[in-house]
């Protein structure tokens, strides 16, 4: 792996069921983010997580859940997915000592229909 | 609340144009400023500001930042049909050293 990756690439999704996002990252980045990008609403943060064993809340959390359980990974669930979290989704990763770039995953399109 | 508007929303200029974006902040705990190209994908990252004055510069592309007035701009000398595109502008700070991103300019070079 080089840099950090999602999968999968694109799903097609019945309302009402759970999906898990996946990213995974080999740069040894402390932090973590999820983003959602809608049409004219540019990046929003949904979930970040700081350090592994941590997350924390973005400005569009609700319907989303994510774990850090080691530096690498941080998974996306949508527990029940509704129509209106079709969308794009980033994962990203940057250090965290100063500051630091922004690197983003090639993003994942879902679509709940 | 923290935020960043980037304006114009979008932009159509002609091949040899020098466009000017704007990105204002209003981010609490500022740590820097970044400046993505985002194409058919993941965005793409041109640069990152931290200290007010200094242009940063990559062949056509410069950036500023002016921390007193809380805005920086990108410019786009000579534009090419390859620089249509998103830009985005990211605000890194906040109280968790979050990033904040403006909703981006649209730019569409014609020939």
């Known amino acids: 792996i080089a840099g950090i990756t999602q999968a999968p690439t694109s799903q097609i999704l019945a309302a009402g069921r759970r999906m898990t996002l996946r990213c995974t990252q080999d740069?040894?980045?402390?932090?973590m983010y999820w983003y959602r990008q809608d049409l004219g609403l540019g990046l929003r943060l949904i979930h970040y997580s700081n350090t592994a064993g941590t997350t924390g809340k973005g400005e569009v959390p609700d319907g989303y859940s994510v774990s850090r359980a080691n530096t690498d990974d941080f998974p996306l669930t949508l527990a029940s997915a509704v129509p209106s979290q079709t969308s794009v989704y980033f994962c990203?990763?940057?250090?965290?000592?100063?500051?630091?770039?922004?690197?983003f995953g090639p993003g994942t399109r879902l679509t709940v229909l | 609340e923290d935020k960043v508007v980037q304006s114009p929303l979008s932009l159509v200029v002609h091949e040899g144009d020098t466009v000017t974006l704007n990105c204002s902040y209003e981010v609490t705990n500022f740590r820097s400023l970044l400046w993505y190209k985002q194409e058919k994908k993941a965005p793409t990252f041109l640069f990152m500001l931290t200290s007010s004055g200094i242009e940063k510069k990559s062949g056509r592309l410069s950036s500023i930042l002016d921390k007193k007035e809380l805005f920086s701009i990108l410019n786009i000398t000579a534009t090419q049909t390859g620089d249509s595109a998103i830009y985005l502008c990211?605000?890194?700070?906040?109280?968790?050293?979050?990033?904040?991103f403006g909703s981006g300019t649209k730019l569409n070079v014609k020939p």
């Open positions: 740069m040894r980045h402390n932090a």
């Open positions: 990203a990763s940057s250090g965290t000592s100063g500051s630091n770039e922004q690197f």
């Open positions: 990211a605000v890194e700070g906040g109280n968790f050293n979050k990033f904040y």
